[in-house]
């Protein structure tokens, strides 16, 4: 596996749009409402400033409009930290067999807050201090977030027979704490 990228700007205006949409995908989980997250924050950041000068600014951008899409639809979400419960998460793209389907099941066990925490540490390799800077939430509660959602991952990939396929998968997160 390819070690994650540090480098805090990439290189083109394209390399911007596609770590923005990746970041809106670990949000939204759905692959409209990412490519319209990214899309919308760089618009609204070259209107404003005539350019999109960093990757944070970026992120902050598409994190805002998240936020307030999901004011406007209403959503909230009262999960409990203790007792895992069924998510409206869209249904995977396929019944493909193999990893991205495994993947795709894994991850809409979680809650949006959960995806976003794990793709900023395992994909965009930040700490938990920068994850919380970034989020605006408490070390330890990052630190509680990364910890429930493998555990949730380990749960889920251990009890569905299915997901049993993409146990190695979990093992990479596992690896890692």
Known sequence: MAEPSHDPSPT???DLVQSAFRYALSLSHHVEDAEDLAQEAWVNLCKTYGRVDSRAVLFTAVR?????????????QFDSLDEPAAHDAPAPLGDEPGVKGDIEKLLATLRPVERETLFLHYYQGHTAEEIGQLTGQPRNTVLSIMHRAIGKLRAVATSDPVAKIGNHIVRLFVSFV
């Open 12 to 14: 083109t205006d394209s």
């Open 64 to 76: 805002n409009l998240f936020i307030d899409q999901c004011r406007r639809r209403k959503i909230v």
